[in-house]
């Protein structure tokens, strides 16, 4: 069976193209994609058959050998130095809510600090 790496998959329209290891682009569908795998990211390793379809080279029977590690994933925190950041955040947060309760919002420099540790730790949570 041929192998290649994914050149690009869009999740949204359930197609994407491979790149073979002898540089032949092949068409992929998500309806080839294996049992439970609904996307996938540029550079995975890949084992696939190929048909000639009306429009080219279709790809079937896909298998993945490699999937490309999430550069997010291997960045964010330890999840004890994030528990940590965690707990400092609710006390940063509850002050702010004591203020909102006196009907007073922080000041706009103090505002946009907490938004941004607040996007920070979104982002590690959902990496």
Known sequence: MPTGKVKWYEPSKGFGFLVTDEGEEVYI?????PAGVTEL???TRMEFGIAEGRKGAQALSVRI???????ARAKRKTAEDTAILIEDLIKV???VSNGLRKGRYPEKSH???VA???RAVADDLDA
Do not use: Q
């Open 111 to 113: 505002g946009a600090k």
């Open 41 to 43: 990211r540029a550079g």
């Open 29 to 33: 569908n998500a309806s080839a994609l």
């Open 65 to 71: 050998l490699e999937a490309v590690p999430s550069v």
């Open 116 to 118: 941004s540790v607040l």
């Open 93 to 95: 947060l509850d002050s």
